[in-house]
């Protein structure tokens, strides 16, 4: 689930998608966005740095290794709202979005969200539509100087492979998008429960 390379031939640039979980990954997406939404559609820096980057997730796209494209999710109650999603000039004729946007679906179905929500700006609402999105309601609403509307798909959720709070505890320590790969703490199952801070914890209490 991490990544998803798209190269379909040799000659092909090698596509990567997967979560920012690393500081320079983040400003990759901070750069991005900046590019378009600052850059070319002239949004002032207080509306696209809204306050709401610390709460949410950020995926990032790579084509040979860089930065190309970039999506915020933020998670609610029983939606995950997908936004901000930008890719840069140079690489919009080699139709990324489309995949872009099945990835981030299969990640918010994966983490047993029923349903992804979108402002789509009113030049993209076709290709939602094509892409398996309704309408949410007929209301039309503007901001940073665009008109947007409501746009939601219902994902498939297949109970039996959900996280719960009885899934294997190592399972549940894995990065949010690695959880059907062995992570970084199951390597220190192997050293057993050695307690190393244990001397330290007696002095504490003494």
Not at 13 to 29: F, G, N, Q, Y
Not at 58 to 83: I, N, Q, S
Not at 125 to 142: A, L, T
């Amino acid at each position: 689930m991490t990544e998803q390379n798209m190269a379909g031939t040799a000659n092909r640039p090698v596509v990567t998608i997967k979560l920012a979980s690393t500081s320079d990954e983040l400003l990759h997406c901070y750069m991005l966005r900046a590019a378009v939404y600052m850059g070319e559609q002239h949004c002032p820096y207080w509306e696209e740095y809204d306050g709401n980057d610390y709460s949410a997730s950020h995926l990032v796209l790579y084509v040979d290794g860089e930065p190309a494209g970039c999506m915020r999710v933020r998670w609610f109650a029983t939606f995950a709202k997908l936004e901000r999603a930008v890719v840069l000039k140079r690489y919009r004729s080699m139709g990324l979005f489309v995949p872009f946007i099945v990835w981030a679906k299969e990640f918010a179905r994966r983490k047993g969200y029923p349903r992804v929500y979108v402002h789509s700006q009113h030049r993209l609402w076709q290709i939602m539509e094509r892409n398996g999105f309704y309408r949410v309601d007929d209301k039309v609403f503007h901001f940073s100087d665009h008109e947007y509307g409501a746009f939601a798909c219902d994902l498939d959720i297949d109970g039996k492979t959900l996280p719960t709070v009885r899934t294997d505890p190592m399972v549940l320590n894995r990065p949010e998008d690695q959880l059907d790969m062995p992570g970084i703490l199951e390597q220190s199952t192997d050293r057993g429960a050695s307690n190393p801070h244990a001397a330290w914890a007696e002095n504490r209490a003494n």
